[in-house]
T-cell receptor, first 112, second 113 residues
Framework: SQTIHQWPATLVQPVGSPLSLECTVE??????LYWYRQAAGRGLQLLFY??????ISSEVPQNLSASRPQDRQFILSSKKLLLSDSGFYLC???????????FGPGTRLTVT | QKEVEQNSGPLSVPEGAIASLNCTYS??????FFWYRQYSGKSPELIMS????GDKEDGRFTAQLNKASQYVSLLIRDSQPSDSATYLC?????????????FGTGTKLQVIP
């Protein structure tokens, strides 16, 4: 069965510091991978999605970037965090031509 | 107009009652529809997907789709306190291919013991 991991689970970072969040999927190959952000009381905002290694689409222009160095690894980064970057960051995966997306446990980021 | 709209709630129902959650969408040619359950502080969990007009039942959950009215709903029978959560409606618009879905902001359900 497939499993998706995210770490860290929680993170408190000062404004202007860098960020690196990691997501890995087990039990599948060539998944589509997604990064979402959910701000407090808000809906899910798609940030990036990837259909393969080094193939990444950005949905929202901002100070975040994503990379996919391996088939089942997806990384979200920032060089300098803003207060508005606080939120619940969710990684999701989808297989092949199915439409269902499955979410990891998430990382709760607080920028102070 | 939002692509996917849901009443934010909270929707309060007594234990054992039927909870009815509704969602409308703007893209008339949307093909796929999903319901996720999200407990407070947790990530969303897929509970139902529906692709064709009509009803789809899975245990106590029934998803209903009416493409002509651009309306999808989720019924929860015999509601339990453990069903208390936020329910997110998600739609796969044709313009997104099969890569993307658009989420509503969710309806908070409270089941009162």
């Amino acid at each position: 069965s497939q499993t998706i991991h995210q770490w860290p689970a929680t993170l408190v970072q000062p404004v202007g510091s860098p960020l690196s969040l990691e997501c890995t999927v087990e039990g599948t190959s060539n998944p589509n991978l997604y990064w979402y952000r959910q701000a407090a009381g808000r809906g899910l905002q798609l940030l990036f999605y990837s259909i393969g290694i080094d193939q990444i689409s950005s949905e929202v222009p901002q100070n975040l970037s994503a990379s996919r160095p391996q088939d089942r690894q997806f990384i979200l980064s920032s060089k300098k965090l803003l207060l508005s970057d606080s939120g619940f960051y969710l990684c999701a995966w989808r297989q092949g031509r199915t439409y269902e997306q499955y979410f990891g446990p998430g990382t709760r980021l607080t920028v102070t | 107009q939002k692509e996917v709209e849901q009443n934010s709630g909270p929707l309060s129902v007594p234990e054992g009652a039927i909870a009815s959650l509704n969602c409308t969408y703007s893209d008339r040619v949307s093909q796929s529809f999903f319901w996720y359950r999200q407990y407070s502080g947790k990530s969303p969990e897929l509970i139902m997907s529906i692709y064709s007009n009509g009803d789809k039942e899975d245990g106590r959950f029934t998803a209903q789709l009416n493409k002509a009215s651009q309306y999808v709903s989720l019924l929860i029978r015999d509601s339990q306190p453990s069903d208390s959560a936020t329910y997110l409606c998600a739609v796969n618009p044709l313009s997104g291919g099969y890569q993307k879905v658009t989420f509503g902001t969710g309806t908070k359900l409270q089941v009162i013991p």
